[in-house]
């Protein structure tokens, strides 16, 4: 485990002027794995990625890179390459000067300067863009152009800014195909920051779920979407039905108004809690073979499957289900143990 | 239509006080004589061919390059130090640096001779020391210093705001790809602030090649630059026929320096400079 670790974050803070940005952040990054920092805006993620590029410094803790503690090391210095969130192209240069900046710099020989330039250059599919000004570019051919230019130097660990930020939806699903099929070819640890959650279960091999400054949790993208933490985790990956809910004893949980089994433990007697219930993971029944029952208030067609909302009194129920039931009428709704996630409260801070 | 209604002082403005003078100084360049009777003639300009003429111009020409490359080289460091500020600093700092700008050309002029002259306040200082007075005033250095006082503040403007539109994330991005500092300066700040090198170039060079009062003041009485020369011959010999050859010459002079520097400036967006 140790040995696979390319990048460790050891309890990390931030202050700017007094106030907490990144509090007590603890990571580790394995080579040549797709980590994702997803989280809503101002949580913290550009800061933690500047911090492991060298460009601000920690108020506290350190950054081990390879074993060895790089906090104090100026960004130049370091094996990581950054795409910036703009691509700050450098606008006096053409394309080929900007993908061979970086090897200028190290005063490698002409020839092989422009023979990695255009290897790269065909990586990004940009091949006979060489002398094509930045400012003629689209938005994703300057995408590709900042990915070359960090890629080309060959860094041990590759930066990524929310890179996609500013395509349109067509190109930035293209984008991410080819960023991960890149990753993959180049073998290169990638980490990428999103606010965008579909973005970050399609690409990454770990995700770390960031809410004000804090890591509220990292694991696989299945693990994310089916074991949220928390509430926060589970609200912001994907649709949830998050309601109050009292644990009686392990494994029995109590919600509206009715008693389930499930498959969490380790809670006080009388807790409260928050269950967590994934919309497609309730299931339609006749009101007599329900677990609970409830009035259907609205519904809505998403294309595969029809959205409906099921009152009951006590809460509003999101149920995703290719059957649909018509406004009024009352349905059962019956919900595996499996799929109901018990998770203590937060305390809001 | 409203637009066009708005714009006719200006037209009105710009032909009273720039084409008509023009017109003027164009038609006396080219002819002799009295306002009643007026000779087409070259001969204003073949006069100005004699060396003694030559020469003014040739010194005029020297002394505003000098003026504009030291200001450059003073100019440029200032520009890019108050650029690095913090944005509320650095708006204090090119306050200062302008204020006195709004003072007048003349006052500042000869704010220098009650600091440089026989019995000013530097020759104080060293005789107070010990030392024998030095001649400040009256020589090419004083002309050179008061041209680089004056001026000085038309260098660091415009670069300064070329380089505080430098996005910084060009220069991390520099920085991430291992240039250090020097080489941050040479490839990416020095090519990306060229037009307002131009731009500072144009406003320092124009005025210095034209001045007559900072000669006349700070150069003594005998002090002859190509603006002198023209004073001179308006006010003193009242040849205006040979004052507005040499004004013509001069702008002709000064059009193709400026046409030569915007060669130089190979990106056009962003220069916001003068052409
Ligand atoms: N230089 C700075 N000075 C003061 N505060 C800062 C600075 N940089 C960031 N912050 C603050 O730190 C917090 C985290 O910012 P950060 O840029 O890391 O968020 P983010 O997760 O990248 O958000 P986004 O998705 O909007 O890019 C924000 O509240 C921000 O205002
Ligand atoms: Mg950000």
Known sequence: MEKNCIIDLKSISKEYDGVKVLDNLNLYVRKNEFLTLLGPSGCGKTTTLRIIGGFEQPTEGKVIFEGKDITNVPPYKRQINTVFQKYALFPHMNVFENVAFGLNIKRLPKDEISRRVSEMLRLVNLQGFEKRSIQSLSGGQQQRVAIARALVNEPKVLLLDEPLGALDLKLRKEMQTELKNMQKRVGITFIYVTHDQEEALTMSDTVVVMDKGVIQQIGTPVDIYNEPKNAFVARFIGESNIVDGIMHEDFVVEFAGKVFKCVDKGFAKGEKIDVVIRPEDLEITTPEEGQFTGVVSSVTFKGVHYEMIVSNGKADWKIHSTIMKPVGTEIGMRVAPENIHVMKKVKER | ?275
């Open chain 2, 1 to 275: 239509m409203k637009l066009k209604v708005l714009s006719y002082p200006y037209v009105v403005w710009i032909a009273v006080f720039i084409v008509v003078p023009l017109a003027l100084v164009l038609l006396y360049s080219f002819t002799d004589g009295d306002l009643e009777d007026l000779n087409f003639t070259i001969s204003n300009f073949r006069k100005f061919l004699d060396s003694k003429y030559l020469n003014v111009l040739w010194i005029s020409v020297k002394l505003a390059l000098e003026s504009t490359v030291l200001t450059l080289i003073l100019g440029y460091p200032v520009a890019l130090i108050i650029a690095k500020e913090k944005p509320s600093k650095r708006n204090t700092m090119i306050f200062l640096f302008v204020m006195p700008m709004w003072m007048n050309f003349l006052l500042r002029t000869y704010a220098w001779l009650t600091l440089l002259g026989k019995n000013g306040v530097i020759n104080f200082i060293i005789e107070f020391l010990g030392f024998k007075p030095l001649d400040l005033l009256y020589n090419d250095g004083a002309v050179l210093l008061g041209m680089i006082y004056n001026f000085l503040p038309f260098m660091v403007l415009p670069i300064y705001s070329v380089l505080v539109k430098i996005d910084n994330s060009l220069i991390e991005s520099a920085e991430d790809l291992g240039a250090n500092k020097f080489q941050i300066f040479t490839r990416i700040i020095l090519p990306l602030s060229i037009p307002g090198i131009i731009t500072g170039i144009t406003m320092v060079f124009m005025p210095a090649v034209s001045t007559f009062v900072i000669s006349r003041l700070l150069g003594g009485g005998q002090y002859m630059l190509i603006g002198n020369l023209i004073e001179q011959q308006f006010l003193w010999v009242g040849d205006w026929h040979f004052g507005s050859a040499i004004s013509i010459i001069m702008m002709v002079f000064i059009l193709i320096t400026m046409a030569i520097t915007s060669k130089f400036d190979t990106q056009k967006e962003g220069s916001g400079g003068l052409w």
